[in-house]
C-alpha cells in the first residue's frame, strides 16, 4: 500500500509538460491503430517487409536488430510503428531516432499532420542531404562482365543529378562485402547461399564509370527515372537509414538489382516494384530494368560505349595502314614525326593520334612518357571530332531471362532407334542460339538448365542433363587486342556407356583459346579438359584432354552453332570421345523461337569395338 501511494505521490509530481506530452503521443499512437498505417504500402516498403510464402506474415528483410525500435518489429509492421513514434517523439537522447530514420520520420509526420515543433536538429543528416541536392534519379546499367562471378548477369546502381556535371554526380552502389581471400568456390558458395553482407557504398559518378567502362571494359545504359524532387528527397533520406544496417545479399535473390529496387520502393512505395514477391526465384539486372520499363518510370535511354567500344569503333575508320601506325604508335616502334610526315590529312592525322591515347588508356598505360608526347601533338590539331559508336539495342529489348523449351526428335543408339519428347526449363539466361538483341555478342550464361526426355517406346521418363552453370565467352581478337576466348561447365549428363547403356555421370569441362569475328561469324578454337564420374565407371571417375572448334553465325532471322570435338581419355576410366553437332534457331518473336539439330557422339574404349549415338530434333522456345 506504502508503494503504491510513493508511486501515485510520483507521478503527480512529474512535471504537467511531460504529462500531457506523453498523453499526447498515446493519443497518436492510438490515431496510427484507426489508420492502419502499420499496412500502409509506404511503411512496409520503408521496413522491407514481403509477406511470408505461406503464411503471409510480414517479414523484414533487414537482419539488423538496429533497424527496428520493437522487439517484435522484424514480423509486427504496427508494433514498429508504435515503437518508432514512441523513440522520435520521446527519445531516450534527444534527436537520435529521427536523425537515424529521417525518412519514416518525415512519412509519420506526414500521415498523422504532426508539427514541425517536434523535429529536431541533426546536422550530419543535414550535411548528407545536401551531398545528395538532385533534382533528377538516374538508374546505371553497365553490361555483364565475365571476368566476376558477380557480375556475369550485369549491374545496376543509381546516380543522383543535379546542376553539376554528371561525372561529378553521386552513384549509391550495393553489393556484396566479400573478404578479397575467399576462393572462387567460398565466394560463389558464399553469394548463393547468403554469406555475405550488402554494402550501401556512395562515391562520385566518374570514379564508377572508372571502374566499370574503362577498367572491366563493359558498356554502360542509363536510364533516368521518373521520380519528382520530393521523392528523390526521400529516397536520400532512406539512403542514410540503411547505409549501415546489415542485409543479407544473395546473388540470385536479394541482389544489386533487387535491394535498389526495395529503396526505389520506399521512395514510390505505390510502384510496388518489390512488395509480394514480384521476383520470387531471382532478379536479374536486366529484369529489373524491364520492371522499370513496365511501370512507365522510364524517361530517357542512353548509352555509354565502353573504351574498347570507341575503339574498336574508331579502328572501323581507318585504313590497314593507318591502324598499323595506331598500333605501332603505342607500342613507341615509330615516332610521332613520322607518322605525320606520312599523313596528309589532318583529320586522319588526328584519328591516329586519339586512338593510338585510347589504346595506352585501354592498356593502363596512360601516365606513360609516349602518351604525353601524344596528348601534346593532338593538342596542336585544331580539328574537333568525335568517334560516333552505333548504338546496340539496349539491354530490356532483348528476350526474357527464363526458358521453356518442348520438342521431339529421334534417337540412334548402335542398332536401336527410338523416338522421344524432350521437356527443357532453364532458370536463366542466354545461350549462343538465342537471339542476341539486347545481349554482349559471344557471351552466355546458363544457370539450372534442365533436360528431361519421355521415351514412349520405353514408356518411361528420364533425367538427359541438368546443367547447374555453363559460361561461354568468346572475346575475338583484333590487331590491337588479343583476349582469351574461355568456357566452363558444371552439369550431370547421360553418357552412353555402351551400346545398350547409359548412365548420368557428374561433369566438369573447362577450356580456353581464341576466337575471330568475321561480319556476322565467329570462329573460334579452343584447347578442353573434362573431369567427369559416374558409379557406373570401373575407376569411377575419368579425366579427359582434347580441343573444341566452333563457327557462330548470326543471320537475319537467327542463329546458328556448329561444334567439333575431340576428348581422349588421360586417366581413370578409359572411353574417347569424338562429337559434332548442328544446331540453328528461328526467330520467330522477341520471345519465341523454332530450334532444331543434329548431334553425334562417337565413343570409343581401350581394345573394344567403338560404338556411336545420334539423334535429330525439333523443339519450340519460349521465354518468359
Avoid at 558464399?190 to 572508372?210: A, L, S
Avoid at 568525335?386 to 526458358?403: C, L
Wanted: negative net charge.
Amino acid at each position: 500500500m506504502r508503494l503504491s501511494f510513493l508511486f501515485f505521490l510520483l507521478i503527480l509530481c512529474l512535471p504537467t509538460w511531460l504529462r500531457a506530452e506523453s498523453f499526447a503521443v498515446d493519443a497518436v499512437i492510438e490515431q496510427t491503430r484507426i489508420n492502419e498505417l502499420g499496412q500502409q504500402s509506404a511503411w512496409l516498403a520503408l521496413l522491407h517487409y514481403q509477406p511470408a510464402v505461406f503464411s503471409g506474415q510480414m517479414v523484414s528483410q533487414a537482419d539488423d536488430d538496429d533497424f527496428f525500435f520493437s522487439e517484435q518489429g522484424k514480423t509486427m509492421p504496427q508494433a514498429e510503428v508504435e515503437a518508432t513514434l514512441r523513440a522520435m517523439l520521446l527519445p531516450s537522447k534527444p534527436g537520435h531516432a529521427q536523425c537515424l530514420f529521417p525518412a519514416r520520420w518525415h512519412w509519420l509526420k506526414q500521415q498523422l499532420a504532426l508539427s514541425s515543433g517536434y523535429d529536431v536538429t541533426c546536422p550530419k543528416l543535414e550535411a548528407w542531404m545536401k551531398r545528395i541536392n538532385s533534382d533528377r534519379l538516374t538508374l546505371v546499367f553497365p553490361s555483364m562482365y565475365l571476368g566476376n562471378p558477380g557480375s556475369s548477369f550485369g549491374h545496376t546502381f543509381l546516380r543522383f543529378d543535379g546542376d553539376s556535371a554528371v561525372m561529378l554526380s553521386q552513384a549509391l552502389n550495393y553489393a556484396a562485402d566479400d573478404d578479397p581471400d575467399d576462393g572462387m568456390f567460398a565466394y560463389v558458395y558464399n553469394g548463393v547461399f547468403g554469406g555475405y553482407i550488402g554494402v550501401f557504398r556512395i562515391r562520385n559518378y566518374f570514379e564508377t564509370v572508372q571502374v566499370y567502362s574503362d577498367i572491366e571494359n563493359r558498356d554502360i545504359w542509363e536510364y533516368q527515372l521518373d521520380y519528382s524532387v520530393e521523392e528523390i528527397r526521400q529516397l536520400a533520406r532512406h539512403v542514410w537509414e540503411v547505409t549501415d544496417i546489415d542485409f543479407d545479399y544473395f546473388f540470385f535473390g536479394e541482389n544489386c538489382s533487387y535491394r535498389l529496387l526495395s529503396l526505389l520502393d520506399a521512395a514510390k512505395p505505390e510502384g510496388t516494384l518489390t512488395f509480394d514477391h514480384a521476383f520470387p526465384m531471382y532478379a536479374i539486372p536486366v529484369d529489373t530494368v524491364r520492371a522499370l520499363e513496365e511501370k512507365n518510370l522510364i524517361i530517357k535511354k542512353q548509352y555509354r560505349p565502353s573504351l574498347a567500344s570507341q575503339i574498336q569503333a574508331g579502328m572501323q575508320q581507318l585504313t590497314d595502314q593507318e591502324r598499323e601506325w595506331v598500333i605501332q604508335l603505342a607500342d613507341s616502334e615509330i615516332t610521332i614525326e613520322n607518322m605525320m610526315t606520312q599523313i596528309t590529312s589532318v583529320e586522319k592525322t588526328t584519328l591516329v593520334l586519339e586512338h593510338a591515347y585510347s589504346l595506352l588508356q585501354f592498356r593502363a598505360q596512360e601516365n606513360t612518357e609516349q602518351a604525353g608526347n601524344i596528348l601534346v601533338a593532338r593538342s596542336r590539331l585544331s580539328t574537333e571530332r568525335e568517334t560516333i559508336v552505333d548504338r546496340p539495342e539496349p539491354p530490356e529489348s532483348g528476350h526474357a531471362s527464363a526458358r521453356i523449351a518442348y520438342g521431339a526428335g529421334q534417337q540412334t543408339s548402335g542398332q536401336n532407334d527410338q523416338s522421344f519428347v524432350d521437356l527443357k526449363m532453364r532458370m536463366a539466361f542466354h545461350d549462343l542460339l538465342d537471339s542476341s538483341v539486347g545481349y554482349t555478342s559471344g557471351s552466355a550464361i546458363n544457370v539450372m538448365d534442365t533436360h528431361l526426355r519421355w521415351l514412349p517406346d520405353e514408356d518411361r521418363v528420364q533425367l538427359e542433363s541438368l546443367r547447374f552453370f555453363n559460361v561461354i565467352s568468346l572475346n575475338p581478337i583484333s590487331n590491337w587486342y588479343s583476349p582469351l576466348s574461355w568456357q566452363l561447365d558444371v552439369r550431370l549428363q547421360r553418357l552412353t556407356l555402351s551400346p545398350t547403356d547409359s548412365d548420368l555421370a557428374f561433369i566438369v569441362d573447362a577450356g580456353g583459346g581464341y576466337s575471330k569475328r568475321l561480319a556476322n561469324t565467329t570462329l573460334f578454337a579452343m584447347a578442353m579438359i573434362e573431369a567427369n564420374a559416374s558409379d557406373n565407371y570401373k575407376e569411377d571417375y575419368s579425366l579427359l584432354a582434347g580441343g573444341q572448334l566452333g563457327v557462330s553465325v548470326s543471320f537475319g532471322a537467327g542463329q546458328m552453332l556448329l561444334l567439333a570435338e575431340n576428348l581422349n581419355a588421360v586417366s581413370g576410366f578409359d572411353m574417347d570421345r569424338d562429337s559434332v553437332s548442328a544446331e540453328m534457331q528461328f526467330n520467330l518473336a522477341k520471345n519465341l523461337g523454332l530450334r532444331f539439330g543434329y548431334q553425334k557422339n562417337q565413343y570409343k574404349q581401350f581394345d573394344k569395338q567403338g560404338w556411336y549415338d545420334e539423334e535429330w530434333f525439333l523443339s519450340i522456345q519460349q521465354y518468359f
